[in-house]
């Protein structure tokens, strides 16, 4: 049994083609394991709140000093948390939107960050908690920066690895199709990222 955690990302419904990598992805997830359980964190749907000085205050204050407000933030980041830890097999869908992640995604790492429940210090740095996990990112973007002259904005997927690097997963596979304004590149581009997801 694979529990296969899917984070959604763009507002985009059915016209996504994030969302639409991303489910590709999980069908060949399912093609290899016959026993999935598929839960959806759709971050357009169920928004995590911007990060405010409440939320800090509550993430920096041991949790038996937490007043009722904080102990329903940190209930709530916790539930975020408990979820990535139940899955086995983890898949993004990251588009890049002005260069970034969405804002929803960022919002999400941001309730997910926290010591104690995904890093700790130890005498040696920081150490990730979330081990043995698979990550798969479905990455689209309008340009491409995979290589060529955008490359140095190359920001979500190395942006993504680091906060999974930091949680302690790094068995990651990213799966990108780019290009999707360009003419010439934008008709094939996603079936052909789709054609060429290898999981394993
Ligand atoms: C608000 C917005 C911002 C975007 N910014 C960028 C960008 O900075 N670089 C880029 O290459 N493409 C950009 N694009 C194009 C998207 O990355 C591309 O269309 C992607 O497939 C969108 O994924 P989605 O269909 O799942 O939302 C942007 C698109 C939108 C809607």
Redesign the pocket.
């Known amino acids: 049994m694979k529990n296969i955690l899917h984070i959604i990302s ?3 419904a059915e ?6 990598l991303g489910n590709a992805v999980i069908q060949k997830i399912q093609e290899k394991y016959s026993d999935t359980i598929v839960k959806e964190r759709d971050l357009t749907k169920s928004k995590v709140p911007l990060l405010e000085e409440v939320h800090i205050n509550t993430f920096f204050t041991p949790a038996e000093n937490h007043s009722e407000e904080q102990q329903s933030i940190s209930k709530y980041s916790e539930g975020l948390i408990t979820e990535l830890k139940e899955a086995d097999i983890i898949v993004i ?1 990251s ?6 992640v969405p804002a929803t995604l960022r919002a999400y790492f941001d309730f997910t960050s926290r010591a104690g429940y995904t890093f700790k210090y130890d005498e040696n740095g920081p150490k990730g908690l979330l081990n043995d996990k698979k990550l798969y990112v479905a990455f ?4 491409i ?1 995979s290589e060529g002259p ?1 490359q140095i ?1 190359d920001s979500n997927i190395p942006y993504i690895k680091n906060i999974f690097g930091f949680y302690g997963v790094s068995d990651i596979s990213v799966f990108r ?2 290009g ?2 360009i003419p010439g590149i934008m008709e094939t581009s996603l079936e052909r990222a789709i054609e060429n997801i290898a999981i394993d």
């Open positions: 763009s507002p985009r016209v996504s083609a994030s969302r639409k869908d588009p890049m939107y002005n260069f970034s689209t973007s309008g340009n920066y955008y904005y199709a780019e999707l304004s």
